[in-house]
T-cell receptor, first 114, second 113 residues
Framework: DGGITQSPKYLFRKEGQNVTLSCEQN?????MYWYRQDPGQGLRLIYY???????QKGDIAEGYSVSREKKESFPLTVTSAQKNPTAFYLC?????????????FGPGTRLTVT | AQTVTQSQPEMSVQEAETVTLSCTYD???????LFWYKQPPSRQMILVIRQEAYKQQNATENRFSVNFQKAAKSFSLKISDSQLGDAAMYFCAYRRSYGKLTFGQGTILTVHP
């Protein structure tokens, strides 16, 4: 089955620790995205990557870092510099290029930092 | 910068009735794409419907249809014959020719039996 996997589903960390969220896709998509969703809110873009070894900051990149060493993988690190890291994190992928291409989403990771 | 506005934080509908969710957007582009996504309680994002700006005909997908008014920069979603499974948060989203999606704040839809 083609799709996007995110692990783990729930993640708990102590304040001051970095944590890495996993995102893997087997859809052969060039573009991948990380979003943050706070309760009752819309999705805000953290980082996106349109090709391997390249990525761009989204609207709320401060306190986050990413890498894109493989087409299939786009891990997100939430650093201790992120002031309010507790949130729901969604990863997505899509075909890159002009067109009404759908973004496919993973099931999400709920991160709680105490 | 492009913005997407959903002015209805919450809407409700009776089962089997019709409901319309509103969305407006701001852009200076002439070529772009619009989407409606659904996020049920499972939190899995699902594409409901999409519209290319160059197409005058409104998109339809079974019970879901849009009213796309390009000049007014409006993109509303109509759900006909509402079902309990339609209860979810609905997001309107905009995309230029290339690149990232911009999402609205979402509308929570409640369906009453």
């Amino acid at each position: 089955d083609g799709g996007i996997t995110q692990s783990p589903k729930y993640l708990f960390r102590k304040e001051g620790q970095n944590v890495t969220l996993s995102c893997e896709q087997n859809l052969n998509h060039d573009a991948m995205y990380w979003y943050r969703q706070d309760p009752g809110q819309g999705l805000r873009l953290i980082y996106y990557s349109q090709i391997v070894n390249d990525f761009q900051k989204g609207d709320i990149a401060e306190g986050y870092s990413v890498s894109r060493e493989k087409k299939e993988s786009f891990p997100l690190t939430v650093t201790s510099a992120q002031k309010n890291p507790t949130a729901f994190y969604l990863c997505a992928s899509s075909i890159e290029g002009a067109g009404a291409y759908e973004q496919y989403f993973g099931p999400g990771t709920r991160l709680t930092v105490t | 910068a492009q913005t997407v506005t959903q002015s209805q934080p919450e809407m409700s509908v009776q089962e089997a009735e019709t409901v319309t969710l509103s969305c407006t957007y701001d852009t200076s582009e002439s070529d772009y794409y619009l989407f409606w996504y659904k996020q049920p309680p499972s939190r899995q994002m699902i594409l409901v419907i999409r519209q290319e700006a160059y197409k005058q005909q409104n998109a339809t997908e079974n019970r879901f249809s849009v009213n796309f008014q390009k000049a007014a920069k409006s993109f509303s979603l109509k759900i006909s014959d509402s079902q309990l499974g339609d209860a979810a948060m609905y997001f309107c989203a905009y995309r230029r020719s290339y690149g990232k999606l911009t999402f609205g704040q979402g509308t929570i839809l409640t369906v009453h039996p």
